[in-house]
């Protein structure tokens, strides 16, 4: 793919192609996108430093034996509004018909808005295949508060939603009802015992001011104990040039202007939620809390749908194509 475009996705509404033109290449290697107001800092190429126990990315992992406790409504730091996750579909209840019949997808909200309360289990090291790392992390925030896992939770509860009604199946990681995590290996291990057709993790990123976007972290050939992603590499690239392409064209949103060279796309083999992966997976790092710019869009719940939707359509797409 060259630099600063996405492919021409289809999208399949009904059943029927629709071909979507997400983006045009201008002079210089400059990207420049559909929908986008192109008004990104400058590059500085660094990531801000966060927390101890609160690194820009760690990935995800597997279900929790016990059964779902009642979950008391959360107070969001930064507008003081109260929550409670959306309640599940009773056992009972008829699935939704739709063009995502048979499908399982799989959304892990990044972190846990409890993980500071548990330092030590959280930190704790544990197995990626290529090597070790924590269990979990905090995640980060915006100034004013709002934090990385409640975002990542919201946002997971649209896409959710939005999946339903089309048919699929889907499981999230963890739904607020946890005290801390789960670890990095559980998170990938429900996605494989899901025998998910994709799974997608939902992030927002903590670097410097000025760097702004988001972009897509798509896993990278590693082998190593339990890691092999040697079958997950291809179909986990489709996927993830899909959601790139359908978020920038539902949000309005930029590519990256500090990871990806402008493709908004980011491939690691360092997250133990990738390499340790059995099916289709991606993150997603939808924008930056700590620029001023991008805090704004990621703390407004009108932003968040168009978010949800366009890693949904994203998501779709790649399961009807």
């Known amino acids: 793919m060259s630099k600063g475009s996405f492919p021409r996705v289809p999208r399949r509404l009904g059943g029927t192609p629709l071909a979507v033109g997400l983006a045009v290449l201008v002079p210089a290697g400059l990207a420049g996108w559909l ?24 990935s995800p992992s597997a279900p929790h034996p016990k059964p779902k406790p009642t979950v008391e409504p959360t107070r969001s730091p930064a507008t003081g509004a109260t929550h409670s996750p959306a309640a599940e579909p009773s056992p009972g209840a008829p699935a939704a018909t739709g063009p995502l019949s048979g499908k399982t997808v799989v959304v892990d909200p990044g972190h846990n808005i409890r993980n500071s309360r548990h330092t030590a289990e959280i930190n704790r090291s544990v197995d990626i295949g290529t090597g070790r790392k924590e269990c979990d992390t905090t995640g980060t925030s915006t100034d004013a508060g709002y934090a990385e896992a409640e975002f990542s939770l919201d946002v ?8 339903r009604k089309q048919g699929a199946k889907v ?77 920038v064209r539902d949000t309005g949103s930029g590519p990256s202007n500090y990871i990806g060279g402008g493709t908004g796309l980011d491939t690691r083999g360092d997250l133990g939620g990738l ?47």
């Open 275 to 321: 390499n340790l992966s059995t099916v289709p997976k991606v993150f997603i790092e939808c924008g930056n809390m700590r620029d001023p710019q991008d805090a704004g869009h990621l703390t407004d719940a009108d932003w968040r749908e168009k978010a949800a939707q366009g890693i949904a359509d994203g998501i779709a797409d790649f399961l009807g194509g």
């Open 156 to 163: 997971a509860h649209r896409i959710r939603d939005i999946l």
């Open 35 to 58: 929908l986008w107001d192109g008004d990104g800092g400058s590059d500085d190429g660094a990531k801000r430093p966060v927390a101890a126990s609160s690194s820009t990315r760690s």
């Open 171 to 247: 499981t999230l990681t963890h739904d607020g009802d946890r005290e801390w995590g789960p670890c990095v290996t559980e998170r990938a291990e429900i996605g494989n015992k899901a025998r998910a057709d994709a799974a997608v993790s939902v992030h927002a990123d903590g670097s410097a001011v000025g760097n702004r976007g988001f972009h897509v972290i798509l896993p990278a050939q590693v082998k190593g104990g339990a890691a092999d992603t040697s079958r997950i590499v291809g179909p986990s690239k489709a996927l993830g040039e899909r959601i790139a392409g359908y978020f």
